[in-house]
Protein backbone atom coordinates (compact mmCIF):
# COMPACT_ATOMS: atom_id res chain seq x y z
CA UNK A 1 0.00 0.00 0.00
CA UNK A 2 3.17 1.93 0.48
CA UNK A 3 3.72 2.30 -3.45
CA UNK A 4 0.15 3.34 -3.65
CA UNK A 5 0.59 6.35 -1.90
CA UNK A 6 3.84 6.98 -3.52
CA UNK A 7 1.85 6.91 -6.72
CA UNK A 8 -0.90 9.06 -5.89
CA UNK A 9 1.67 11.68 -4.77
CA UNK A 10 3.21 11.72 -8.01
CA UNK A 11 -0.76 12.22 -9.94
CA UNK A 12 -0.97 15.25 -7.38
CA UNK A 13 2.52 17.13 -8.00
CA UNK A 14 1.77 16.12 -11.87
CA UNK A 15 -1.26 18.19 -12.04
CA UNK A 16 0.10 21.07 -9.65
CA UNK A 17 -0.06 23.82 -11.21
CA UNK A 18 -2.76 23.59 -13.92
CA UNK A 19 -5.76 25.53 -13.84
CA UNK A 20 -9.30 23.95 -13.54
CA UNK A 21 -9.88 24.69 -16.89
CA UNK A 22 -6.26 23.05 -18.14
CA UNK A 23 -7.82 19.78 -16.08
CA UNK A 24 -10.97 20.00 -17.79
CA UNK A 25 -10.15 20.50 -21.50
CA UNK A 26 -10.85 17.92 -23.59
CA UNK A 27 -8.51 17.91 -26.71
CA UNK A 28 -10.18 15.48 -29.12
CA UNK A 29 -12.51 13.40 -28.96
CA UNK A 30 -12.43 9.89 -27.36
CA UNK A 31 -9.41 11.25 -25.29
CA UNK A 32 -9.99 12.04 -21.86
CA UNK A 33 -9.58 15.67 -19.74
CA UNK A 34 -6.95 15.21 -16.65
CA UNK A 35 -10.48 15.55 -14.73
CA UNK A 36 -11.84 12.48 -16.38
CA UNK A 37 -8.57 10.64 -15.38
CA UNK A 38 -8.88 11.75 -11.86
CA UNK A 39 -12.33 11.01 -11.65
CA UNK A 40 -11.65 7.53 -13.22
CA UNK A 41 -9.04 6.95 -10.76
CA UNK A 42 -11.97 7.70 -8.05
CA UNK A 43 -14.66 5.20 -9.72
CA UNK A 44 -12.16 2.72 -9.88
CA UNK A 45 -10.89 3.14 -6.36
CA UNK A 46 -14.33 2.97 -4.97
CA UNK A 47 -15.71 0.33 -6.85
CA UNK A 48 -12.72 -1.91 -5.53
CA UNK A 49 -13.30 -1.19 -1.87
CA UNK A 50 -17.06 -2.10 -2.30
CA UNK A 51 -16.18 -5.27 -4.14
CA UNK A 52 -13.53 -6.46 -1.36
CA UNK A 53 -16.50 -5.55 1.24
CA UNK A 54 -18.37 -8.06 -0.27
CA UNK A 55 -16.39 -10.58 -1.34
CA UNK A 56 -15.50 -10.61 2.56
CA UNK A 57 -19.12 -11.05 3.47
CA UNK A 58 -20.33 -13.25 1.17
CA UNK A 59 -17.68 -14.76 -1.02
CA UNK A 60 -16.11 -18.19 -0.70
CA UNK A 61 -12.69 -18.92 -0.33
CA UNK A 62 -11.17 -19.14 -3.37
CA UNK A 63 -7.38 -19.38 -4.28
CA UNK A 64 -6.16 -17.99 -7.11
CA UNK A 65 -2.75 -18.21 -9.01
CA UNK A 66 -0.75 -14.65 -9.50
CA UNK A 67 -1.80 -12.92 -12.29
CA UNK A 68 0.79 -10.38 -14.12
CA UNK A 69 -0.94 -7.03 -12.63
CA UNK A 70 2.29 -5.61 -13.26
CA UNK A 71 1.58 -5.20 -17.01
CA UNK A 72 -1.21 -2.90 -15.98
CA UNK A 73 1.46 0.22 -16.77
CA UNK A 74 1.53 -0.84 -20.27
CA UNK A 75 -0.47 2.11 -22.14
CA UNK A 76 0.76 0.52 -25.56
CA UNK A 77 -2.07 -1.97 -24.52
CA UNK A 78 -5.35 -0.59 -25.06
CA UNK A 79 -7.60 -1.37 -22.30
CA UNK A 80 -11.68 -0.23 -22.35
CA UNK A 81 -12.74 1.26 -19.42
CA UNK A 82 -16.24 -0.54 -18.29
CA UNK A 83 -19.46 1.66 -18.34
CA UNK A 84 -19.50 1.63 -14.71
CA UNK A 85 -16.19 3.28 -14.55
CA UNK A 86 -16.39 6.21 -17.44
CA UNK A 87 -16.01 9.17 -16.16
CA UNK A 88 -18.63 11.95 -16.78
CA UNK A 89 -18.13 15.35 -18.59
CA UNK A 90 -19.02 17.63 -16.07
CA UNK A 91 -16.81 20.46 -14.92
CA UNK A 92 -14.74 19.43 -11.63
CA UNK A 93 -12.02 21.39 -9.65
CA UNK A 94 -9.40 19.69 -7.96
CA UNK A 95 -10.19 20.65 -4.62
CA UNK A 96 -13.74 18.34 -5.88
CA UNK A 97 -11.29 15.51 -7.15
CA UNK A 98 -8.96 15.80 -3.94
CA UNK A 99 -11.90 15.32 -2.09
CA UNK A 100 -13.37 12.26 -3.72
CA UNK A 101 -9.84 10.69 -4.16
CA UNK A 102 -9.35 11.22 -0.48
CA UNK A 103 -12.27 9.85 0.49
CA UNK A 104 -11.79 6.54 -1.39
CA UNK A 105 -8.66 6.41 0.03
CA UNK A 106 -9.47 6.39 3.26
CA UNK A 107 -12.10 3.77 2.68
CA UNK A 108 -9.37 1.59 1.13
CA UNK A 109 -7.13 2.01 4.22
CA UNK A 110 -10.05 1.81 6.68
CA UNK A 111 -10.97 -1.24 5.26
CA UNK A 112 -7.48 -2.65 5.09
CA UNK A 113 -7.00 -1.73 8.80
CA UNK A 114 -10.03 -4.66 9.69
CA UNK A 115 -8.75 -7.10 8.26
CA UNK A 116 -5.83 -9.74 8.16
CA UNK A 117 -3.85 -9.97 4.79
CA UNK A 118 -4.54 -13.95 4.61
CA UNK A 119 -8.20 -13.20 4.24
CA UNK A 120 -7.63 -11.15 1.87
CA UNK A 121 -5.13 -14.09 -0.12
CA UNK A 122 -8.18 -16.85 0.42
CA UNK A 123 -10.24 -14.61 -1.44
CA UNK A 124 -10.74 -13.27 -5.24
CA UNK A 125 -12.59 -10.92 -7.70
CA UNK A 126 -13.34 -11.11 -11.23
CA UNK A 127 -10.76 -8.26 -12.71
CA UNK A 128 -12.06 -7.59 -16.37
CA UNK A 129 -8.49 -8.52 -18.18
CA UNK A 130 -7.03 -10.64 -16.12
CA UNK A 131 -9.52 -12.50 -14.83
CA UNK A 132 -9.89 -14.15 -11.25
CA UNK A 133 -7.63 -12.26 -8.95
CA UNK A 134 -7.05 -12.21 -5.02
CA UNK A 135 -8.48 -9.41 -2.89
CA UNK A 136 -4.62 -8.31 -1.84
CA UNK A 137 -4.09 -8.26 -5.69
CA UNK A 138 -6.58 -6.21 -6.26
CA UNK A 139 -5.08 -3.52 -3.31
CA UNK A 140 -2.03 -4.03 -5.79
CA UNK A 141 -3.38 -3.09 -8.73
CA UNK A 142 -4.84 -0.15 -7.87
CA UNK A 143 -1.44 1.25 -7.47
CA UNK A 144 -0.57 0.02 -11.24
CA UNK A 145 -3.71 1.29 -12.70
CA UNK A 146 -2.56 4.27 -11.04
CA UNK A 147 0.81 4.30 -12.03
CA UNK A 148 -0.53 3.96 -15.71
CA UNK A 149 -2.83 6.51 -15.57
CA UNK A 150 0.11 8.86 -14.06
CA UNK A 151 1.69 8.51 -17.85
CA UNK A 152 -1.78 9.31 -19.25
CA UNK A 153 -1.84 12.29 -17.21
CA UNK A 154 1.42 13.33 -18.51
CA UNK A 155 0.69 12.38 -22.15
CA UNK A 156 -2.16 15.03 -21.82
CA UNK A 157 -0.30 17.86 -20.11
CA UNK A 158 1.91 17.43 -23.14
CA UNK A 159 -0.37 18.06 -25.45
CA UNK A 160 -2.08 20.82 -23.38
CA UNK A 161 1.14 22.72 -24.58
Request: no cysteine.
Amino acid sequence: MENNGKIREAIWESVNGLTDDQLNQVLEEGIWSIVQVLEHLYLMEQLVVDGIQKKLKEGEDKIVKLRPIHRTVDRSIKVQAPQSLVPTNNFQTIEQLKNKLSQSRKSLLTLLDSVNEEVLVKKAMHHPVFGELSLVQWISFVGFHEQRHLSQIEEIKELLK
